[in-house]
């Protein structure tokens, strides 16, 4: 019975495991982005020149540079949070809380900085800046002190890169490209334990992006509405209330 009930579990995780590989896996690794975003390369890819993992991910903004670039660079563990599930990061004790505002103080950043991803400080080192554009994190360099100590272990060489790029003069694309580097005597089930984690890792990312879609479209609409009363003040005429 036992032998019985053990063969059947096996058979079913490995057909579980085989759709997830052949379906699954090459949808979420390229959630949204387009042919031409996949083979194009980004900000920080000199980086991780050979990557064993490559995921990118895109999403349209209705919202300028400034408005989605606020958001994103205060990201991180007692910052701004990462725009997430963030009940699901809090169950593993990362006191994770996202922000619904922009705050002056997180507005600044620059290369070697460490963007807190738990309470303890660890999390990921900042590579690379260019303000309103990329901002690409992680950590290239083995002794690299303050970066997040499980993604080292499974990847010594990643970078997260977030690009932002125009399409015209209301929308961009936010572009979330993740290269990493296995170690080079990784055994078979590390390699199994990671095709586990990667459903995770894309649930988290799909929300990051999306959380910041919704907040950086919110404060876009805001400030148009307060544009265009100020306009129909400054020509004289009462700003007419929408309707809900």
Do not use: C
């Not at 670039?69 to 997430?84: A, D, E, F, H």
């Not at 309103?132 to 970078?159: C, H, W, Y």
């Not at 003040?233 to 809900?244: D, E, H, I, R, S």
């Amino acid at each position: 019975m036992v032998i019985t009930f053990a063969r059947r579990l096996i058979t079913v995780s490995a057909a579980g495991l085989g759709v997830y590989i052949l379906l699954f896996r090459p949808w979420q690794q390229r959630w949204g982005a387009t042919d031409e975003e996949i083979k194009r390369t980004l900000p920080g890819d000199e980086l991780v020149p050979h990557p064993d993992v490559n995921l990118t991910r895109a999403i349209t903004i209705r919202a300028r540079p400034a408005e989605i670039w606020s958001w994103l660079v205060q990201i991180g563990q007692g910052r701004g949070g990462y725009y997430s599930y963030d009940w699901l990061e809090n169950l593993m004790g990362l006191k994770m809380k996202n922000a619904e505002g922009i705050n002056p103080e997180w507005q600044h950043i620059s290369v070697g900085e460490i963007i807190p991803a738990e309470p303890g400080g660890k999390g990921f080192k900042v590579l690379l800046v260019e303000p309103e554009r990329a901002l690409v994190i992680g950590s290239v360099e083995a002794n690299d002190e303050g970066v997040f100590e499980g993604f080292k272990q499974m990847l010594p060489a990643f970078t997260w890169a977030f690009v932002l790029e125009e399409i015209d003069s209301e929308h961009m694309r936010f572009i979330s490209r993740f290269r990493g580097q296995a170690p080079q005597n990784q055994s078979l089930a590390a390699r199994l334990a990671g095709y586990f984690f990667e459903p995770v890792d894309f649930l988290m990312t799909r929300k990051m992006l999306l959380g910041i879609k919704r907040r950086a479209e919110q404060a876009s609409s805001l400030v148009a509405v307060q544009g265009r009363q100020a306009k129909s003040l400054k020509n004289g005429k009462a700003a007419v209330p929408t309707q809900a």
